[in-house]
């Protein structure tokens, strides 16, 4: 078993765009900026995008936070989205989800520039990428993609089983792995909570990637020997004897799951920091495109 090690290669990713951006500096260039924008205070939110915000900043790149209260309004957010937009100073940037339940999340991702939607979930972005033209893909399938590429695992002709469907990870995983190219050329099916018998489905998988958010869903008796198992699950554990409160799981029970596996992904340490790695490479993205439009 070999475990796909996701804060070794997203520091390594990290690392080669430090790489570039000094290079940027030295020609006397302007460095990618990068803005987040976060409404109210969930917890889970404020962790992400300070950990988002510190990373922009260790790599070299320009960073604006901009915190909005909870109870901002709709129209005040779409107003915020429009400045970024017209900004352009501002490469790329994200609204960080969920959204405060009175603001219309599709809206205001509409509202986003695909010029600079490097989460990628404008629908520009997400149609471009289903029919493989140059576009952001989302972070999380971006970083699935590059893990299994840097650890150079075989998916050609593999049966993949995606578990969930959500627009941010389990469909476009499914897209980008059935499309042609290097850690893709899967035989992919696509599985959700209306699935009868997930069991005899992932029975059959060479590479399970599990992202519905419950702990524990996929156990050893789900998995073929030599499994390849991507676990995209973040789920907050609470926990009062440690000092935080709670701990993070995955959705997969990896100590009895990695006995079979050839490759796991640990949670944490797997794909949440390739998240933020591939936001950072598409807003270098972002900054390259730019440039390119204003020469
Ligand atoms: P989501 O929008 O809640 O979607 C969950 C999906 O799982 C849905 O398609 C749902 O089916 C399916 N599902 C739920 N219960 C199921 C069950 N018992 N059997 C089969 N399918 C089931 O979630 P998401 O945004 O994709 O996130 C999924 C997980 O990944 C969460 O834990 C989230 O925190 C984590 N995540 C991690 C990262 C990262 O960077 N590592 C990034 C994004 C998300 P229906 O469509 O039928 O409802």
Same mark, same amino acid.
């Given at each position: 078993?070999?475990?796909?090690? $996701?804060?070794?290669?997203?520091?390594?990713?990290?690392?080669?765009?430090?790489?570039?951006?000094? *290079?940027?500096?030295?020609?006397? @260039?302007?460095?990618? /900026? &990068?803005?987040?924008?976060?409404?109210? =205070?969930? +917890?889970?939110?404020?962790?992400?995008?300070?950990?988002?915000?510190?990373?922009?900043?260790?790599? #070299?790149?320009?960073?604006?936070?901009?915190? &909005?209260?909870?109870?901002?309004?709709?129209?005040?957010?779409?107003?915020?989205?429009? !400045?970024?937009?017209? =900004?352009?100073?501002?490469? #790329?940037?994200?609204? *960080?989800?969920?959204?405060?339940?009175?603001?219309?999340?599709?809206?205001?991702?509409?509202?986003? /520039?695909?010029?600079?939607?490097?989460?990628?979930?404008?629908?520009?972005?997400?149609?471009?990428?289903?029919?493989?033209?140059?576009?952001?893909?989302?972070?999380?399938?971006? +970083?699935?993609? @590059? &893990?299994?590429?840097?650890?150079?695992?075989?998916?050609?002709?593999?049966?993949?089983?995606?578990?969930?469907?959500? /627009?941010?990870? $389990?469909?476009?995983?499914?897209?980008?792995?059935?499309?042609? $190219?290097?850690?893709? !050329?899967?035989?992919?099916?696509?599985?959700?909570?209306?699935?009868?018998?997930?069991?005899?489905?992932?029975?059959?998988?060479?590479?399970?990637?599990?992202?519905?958010?419950?702990?524990?869903?996929?156990?050893?008796?789900?998995?073929?020997?030599?499994?390849?198992?991507?676990?995209? $699950?973040?789920?907050?554990?609470?926990?009062?004897?440690? @000092?935080? #409160?709670?701990?993070?799981?995955?959705?997969?029970?990896?100590?009895?799951?990695?006995?079979?596996?050839?490759?796991?992904?640990?949670?944490?340490? #797997?794909?949440?920091?390739?998240?933020?790695?591939? &936001?950072?490479? =598409?807003?270098?993205?972002?900054?390259?495109? /730019?440039?390119?439009?204003?020469?």
């Amino acid at each position: 078993m070999k475990i796909l090690d $996701g804060r070794k290669v997203s520091n390594q990713i990290k690392e080669e765009i430090a790489i570039e951006v000094d *290079q940027m500096k030295e020609r006397g @260039e302007k460095v990618p /900026h &990068l803005a987040a924008v976060l409404v109210g =205070n969930d +917890g889970a939110s404020l962790t992400y995008v300070g950990s988002k915000v510190r990373s922009c900043k260790k790599i #070299g790149f320009e960073s604006t936070l901009i915190h &909005l209260p909870e109870d901002t309004s709709e129209e005040t957010l779409l107003q915020q989205v429009a !400045n970024l937009n017209a =900004n352009d100073d501002i490469d #790329g940037y994200i609204v *960080q989800l969920p959204l405060p339940k009175h603001i219309d999340e599709q809206k205001v991702l509409m509202a986003v /520039h695909p010029d600079k939607d490097v989460d990628g979930f404008h629908p520009t972005n997400f149609g471009k990428m289903a029919l493989d033209m140059e576009s952001f893909i989302p972070a999380t399938p971006f +970083g699935i993609m @590059e &893990l299994l590429r840097r650890y150079e695992v075989d998916t050609e002709g593999k049966h993949t089983v995606v578990i969930g469907r959500s /627009h941010i990870v $389990g469909r476009p995983i499914s897209i980008l792995m059935s499309q042609k $190219g290097k850690a893709a !050329n899967a035989t992919v099916t696509l599985t959700h909570s209306r699935t009868k018998d997930i069991k005899s489905m992932t029975l059959q998988a060479d590479i399970i990637v599990s992202a519905l958010g419950v702990p524990n869903f996929l156990k050893a008796d789900m998995v073929k020997k030599d499994v390849v198992v991507i676990d995209v $699950g973040i789920t907050r554990v609470p926990d009062e004897t440690r @000092e935080r #409160g709670y701990y993070i799981t995955g959705d997969v029970d990896f100590e009895a799951v990695k006995e079979k596996a050839s490759y796991i992904t640990p949670v944490p340490g #797997g794909v949440g920091p390739m998240t933020i790695a591939m &936001l950072l490479k =598409n807003t270098l993205l972002a900054r390259e495109r /730019h440039k390119q439009k204003n020469a």
